[in-house]
């Protein structure tokens, strides 16, 4: 069974809801059991939901990287690409973000 705190949105996978919620604290009667078909949408998008995660983390090491390139230098050209990049890869890590948030206010977790 899957379990959702009603206060704080924690997704808990058992038989039975937990005590309290281990984010937040809620009391045990905070905690609800999701319906077969709200789970589904939970499990279904688990692995869409962490492949967008993992684009948002590359996403961040581009900027990384790119700030280096920046830092370094080199040319005007050079530094031009690195900013560049800087900016597609803010583009890159809000549509992502943007889509788990999409796929949060639908249930799919």
Known sequence: MLW????CGFMHE????PA???????PKE????????????VYDSD???DIHMEI?????????LAQEGIDLD?????????????????VIKQRSKAEIAGHMAKGKW
């Open 4 to 7: 959702k705190c009603s206060v």
């Open 14 to 17: 058992g038989s039975e809801a």
């Open 20 to 26: 309290k919620c281990p984010k937040c604290g809620a």
């Open 30 to 41: 905070k905690i609800i059991v999701l319906s077969a078909e709200d789970a589904k949408k």
């Open 47 to 49: 692995r869409t939901n």
């Open 56 to 64: 948002v983390r590359l996403a961040m090491q581009i900027k990384d």
């Open 74 to 90: 080199l040319d005007p050209p050079c530094v031009a690409v690195f900013k560049n990049a800087i900016n597609e890869a803010w």
